[in-house]
């Protein structure tokens, strides 16, 4: 079932396409978002790294 007229649901995909790349707000917020990932990654790594740094000083 197609739907040919304008009064269709826009799909996922063409929701993301009517952001404005250039609007300041728009990067603001993106900017946000990648640094709060960027910061969740990190706090991630280093919960990891800490089991084998306390493992390496009970060796020495």
């Known amino acids: 079932m197609e ?14 396409m009517d952001i404005p790349l250039d609007d300041p707000e ?3 917020a993106a900017a946000k978002i990648q640094a709060s990932f ?4 990190t706090r991630k790594k280093m ?3 800490k ?3 306390e493992k390496r000083r ?3």
Do not use: L, S
């Open 58 to 60: 009970e060796q020495k």
């Open 51 to 53: 089991p084998r740094e």
């Open 3 to 16: 739907c040919r007229n304008d009064g269709c649901p826009k799909t996922h995909e063409e929701d993301i």
């Open 38 to 41: 960027r910061g969740h990654m």
């Open 26 to 28: 728009a990067n603001k």
């Open 47 to 49: 919960k990891e790294d």
